[in-house]
Nanobody, 121 residues
């Protein structure tokens, strides 16, 4: 099973940008689905963005137009560029991997340890 590790979180002000990185222990298969989720205190883990086959992307409405998920085909690294951050983006962000498409956390059985993103107003 591929191991995932997130990095790049931190404390920023509203309007700032951050880039999160998800690094895998091996290259992702071309057909892989790699997603970002986030979980704020007291809330359920929610979908943020995903990439399928290194090309097709899907975003949650809350981040559409502000966040961009990207990767180089055949690489072991997935990025999440987050622009115009808002206080409501504050959460622990997780990278997840699956062989099939899904927008629910239950669709993924392979997770990283998470990285904290805190946005102050």
């Amino acid at each position: 099973q591929v191991q995932l590790a997130e990095s790049g979180g931190g404390l920023v002000q509203a309007g700032d940008s951050l880039r999160l990185t998800c690094t895998a222990s091996r290259r992702f298969y071309t057909s892989a689905v790699v997603a970002w989720f986030r979980q704020a205190p007291g809330k359920e883990r929610e979908f943020v963005a995903l990439t399928r086959s290194f090309s097709r992307t899907t975003y949650a409405d809350a981040v559409k137009g502000r966040f961009t998920i990207s990767a180089l085909t055949g690489s072991n690294t997935i990025y999440l560029q987050m622009n115009n951050l808002k206080p409501e983006d504050t959460a622990v962000y997780y990278c997840a991997h699956s062989s099939s498409y899904g927008l629910n956390a239950q669709s993924y059985n392979n997770w990283g340890q998470g990285t904290q993103v805190t946005v102050s107003s």
